[in-house]
């Protein structure tokens, strides 16, 4: 049963222009453009839906200071962000594609993520806590590093923990398919932005008995 709209939080992670913009740092490193533009637009159209539901919803931006000093002897994909550059403040690669941007202050933005998990050096906890959220519900990139490290983190902080197949983009389209099939369902579970968003309509239009 797909989670209702009252203490519920759609997690979107990775929404920034240096990923989904065609001009991006690090548009390259993800294989498939047109699953790419398949998870952005199936989110946009998640989020539109959303807006006028009970649900919250959060982005946590990964953002680095101009020298990077954040990152000690980083390794991975965070070395591979330093040396080219991604995510610097005030470059419009950091900035949140201009699509979610549109909704202003009804995506409520977290910031402090310097890593893969969402939950580490951000209130992202502290802000559910805030909202009574019970499921937690991730979108974004990519499906092997932020959105695997934050659902996990999120499982280990006893969320319920929610994954919307056709808003997640891997590096690889294998990589996206291993991971929603044989990866996710260890510790979550897998819907698909239609299936969330029919169980969202019901349940905010029924109002929880007392």
């Given at each position: 049963m797909p989670p209702p709209a009252q203490d519920t939080a759609l997690l979107l992670v990775g929404y920034q222009n240096d990923y989904f913009s065609p001009k991006g740092v690090l548009h390259h490193a993800l294989e498939s453009p047109e699953q790419v533009a398949s998870t952005l637009a199936n989110t946009l159209h998640l989020v539109e839906k959303l807006v006028p539901t009970p649900t919250l919803i959060v982005t946590t931006p990964i953002v680095f200071t101009p020298d990077y000093s954040?990152?000690?002897?980083?390794?991975?994909?965070?070395?591979?962000?330093?040396?080219?550059?991604?995510?610097?403040?005030?470059?419009?690669?950091?900035?949140?594609?201009?699509?979610?941007?549109?909704?202003?202050?009804?995506?409520?933005?977290?910031?402090?993520?310097?890593?893969?998990?969402?939950?580490?050096?951000?209130?992202?906890?502290?802000?559910?806590?805030?909202?009574?959220?019970?499921?937690?519900?991730?979108?974004?990139?990519?499906?092997?590093?932020?959105?695997?490290?934050?659902?996990?983190?999120?499982?280990?902080?006893?969320?319920?923990?929610?994954?919307?197949?056709?808003?997640?983009?891997?590096?690889?389209?294998?990589e996206q398919r291993f991971y929603i099939s044989e990866i996710y369902p260890l510790y979550g579970q897998v819907i698909t932005s239609a299936e969330l968003l029919e169980s969202i309509t019901v349940n905010a239009a029924t109002p929880p008995t007392e």
């Open positions: 954040e990152l000690k002897e980083p390794v991975g994909i965070l070395k591979v962000i330093r040396d080219t550059g991604a995510f610097r403040s005030g470059s419009p690669g950091s900035e949140t594609v201009p699509g979610l941007a549109s909704f202003g202050s009804r995506v409520i933005e977290i910031p402090g993520k310097r890593g893969l998990n969402a939950f580490s050096n951000t209130q992202l906890d502290e802000v559910f806590r805030e909202h009574s959220i019970r499921n937690v519900v991730l979108c974004g990139v990519v499906a092997s590093l932020c959105i695997d490290s934050s659902g996990r983190a999120a499982h280990e902080r006893n969320y319920r923990v929610w994954f919307v197949s056709d808003c997640i983009s891997g590096r690889t389209l294998t």
